[in-house]
């Protein structure tokens, strides 16, 4: 099988428990990941402390070399990756990868630093590791957007380009047109999809189909609002497609049954009518969740996040969800 898979259970499911996620969760999961099949495993950031409050956020919010170490020992598998929001890096935190367990960096940016961030990408390539930059709500790009960045991306060392469906609002018939947009660069490519529409598993079949290099899941889908892909289906579907020898989805099952399903009691995520709507409009699932913990209808909530829309908000900004509502636009009037 040409495409690569990524889990990124840890880094990206911690945005429900701050990641909190104990050592003995973490090596569990990492154990199970790499015997189905599963290329890569993302256990978190490698933020700085400058910019991570780390009297609230757990240990893989920057994820330093010892807990690398302590995941791996005695417990070898897939190559190990770890995500950097630009702006938040520390580049004495990366040693040479000749000191490291870790094989790649995946680089988190948004379109308006797209261009500053290559100059991040150059130097931990020159480290030694594989390097990805992760278009981060690509949904939202335009014509232009992609005109700018296509030949510094060409004339850089990433490894791979990654597209994200951060507001999980691309439609499968979609996913040609970025693909054969990001071509141009001659990067392989990964797609990172997220569920608010249900439709991560179609969007990621239909990259698959596409010839993509790599593509995202996470166990049980756990992920910010309606979650990411279900890696033990994509995993399932390679077993009985592909290959029973290279894929084996029960050390999945296994991991859900002895750690996922406590944890989606504490900390829910999946499917709702609020994060649904936030994908039709592609915007951040945390206007969503702020509408919905304010008992605004169905309604409201669809008038708020298309009025986001229209706004062309990029990320999350609580300033813009309290002028909506103190206008009285939504809301008991």
Not at 219 to 242: C, Y
Not at 256 to 271: A, V
Request: proline content about 3%; glycine content about 8%.
């Amino acid at each position: 099988m040409k495409t690569k898979i990524l889990d990124c259970t840890i880094r990206d499911g911690g945005y429900l428990n701050d990641w909190s996620f104990k050592d003995s969760l973490v090596r569990d999961l990492y154990s199970a990941v790499s015997k189905s099949g599963t290329d890569y495993v993302e256990i978190g950031f490698r933020n700085s402390k400058e910019y991570t409050d780390t009297s609230k956020l757990g240990i893989w919010t920057t994820t330093p070399e010892s807990v690398v170490e302590g995941v791996v020992k005695n417990n070898s598998g897939s190559k190990v990756s770890l995500m950097i929001d630009y702006g938040k890096e520390d580049l004495d935190s990366i040693p040479n990868s000749s000191e490291s367990k870790v094989s790649l960096y995946r680089v988190a940016a948004h379109k308006n630093k797209i261009l500053d961030s290559l100059s991040l990408v150059e130097k931990i390539a020159d480290k030694g590791y594989e390097v990805a930059l992760q278009l981060m709500g690509v949904s939202r790009y335009n014509e232009n957007d992609f005109v700018r960045i296509i030949k510094p991306i060409k004339d850089s060392k990433l490894t791979y380009l990654y597209f994200a469906d951060s507001y999980g609002s691309i439609l499968p018939n979609e996913i040609e047109g970025y693909i054969e947009i990001l071509r141009e660069t001659d990067k392989l490519l990964g797609f990172h999809p997220h569920n608010n529409m249900q439709l991560a598993l179609a969007n990621t079949l239909e990259a698959i189909d596409l010839g993509i290099d790599i593509v995202d899941g996470t166990v049980a889908g756990m992920g910010r609002g309606a979650g990411n892909m279900q890696l033990e289906t994509l995993i399932a579907f390679f077993q009985k497609s592909i290959s029973e020898e290279k894929y084996n989805v029960l050390p999945i099952l296994e991991l859900i049954n002895r750690h996922f399903l406590s944890l989606k009691s504490k900390h829910p995520w999946g499917y709702s009518l609020p994060y649904m709507i936030s994908g039709v409009y592609e915007v951040h699932p945390n206007y969503a969740k702020s509408l919905s913990e304010g008992n605004y209808s169905i309604e409201d909530t669809r008038l708020a996040l298309k009025v986001i829309n229209e706004l062309d908000s990029t990320g999350f900004d609580g300033d813009i969800l309290s002028k909506i509502s103190g206008t009285g636009f939504i809301g008991d009037h």
